[in-house]
């Protein structure tokens, strides 16, 4: 960790795909600790996976921070660190899936500087499985809420 970053851990989850679902995120800064999640109940696990990422960049206070994300997604890891995102942004993310949170994300995303690694889940990494946990209780919650970009995507694909 180098001095002046900021770490955020992330992990999404669905019980089903789709089902309800949940993210964690644990953020650390020095020895400053908060921990976020958030349970929807209909769903899916790569939705879920960007949105922790999401919600932990929208966290932060200052606008250029430099911030190192670890995620067990191949989805979001590669979709940024190959540059897949940003060719699908190019395309208005035509026939691509999630676009509401894609486009969430670049705007959160352009205001820090970021890098991702991606971590093999459930591998003893212990803020991955901290944020696991997180992401699991999220969605075993009895005050769920609609993932609205989720039903109005699904409503979209119906009418094709």
Not at 24 to 49: A, C, F
Request: charged share 25%; glycine share 8%.
């Amino acid at each position: 960790m180098r001095a002046n970053e900021i770490t955020i851990y992330t992990d999404g989850a669905a019980s089903g795909n789709p089902g309800p679902g949940g993210y964690g995120v644990v953020m650390i800064y020095g020895r400053h600790r908060l921990e976020k999640s958030q349970g929807y109940k209909l769903t899916t696990n790569n939705r879920m996976e960007l949105m922790a990422v999401i919600t932990g960049l929208e966290a932060l206070k200052k606008p250029g921070s430099n911030v190192v994300v670890y995620t067990d997604s191949k989805y979001v890891a590669d979709a940024v660190e190959k540059g897949w995102v940003f060719q699908w942004e190019s395309k208005m993310f035509k026939k691509k899936k999630n676009p509401d949170l894609w486009m969430r994300f670049l705007k959160v995303y352009r205001t820090h500087n970021v890098r991702f690694v991606w971590i093999k889940g459930h591998a003893n990494n212990v803020e991955n499985e901290r944020c696991d946990k997180l992401a699991v209780a999220a969605y075993r919650q009895s005050d769920l809420i609609e993932d609205e970009g989720y039903l109005i995507d699904q409503a979209d694909n119906m009418l094709l």
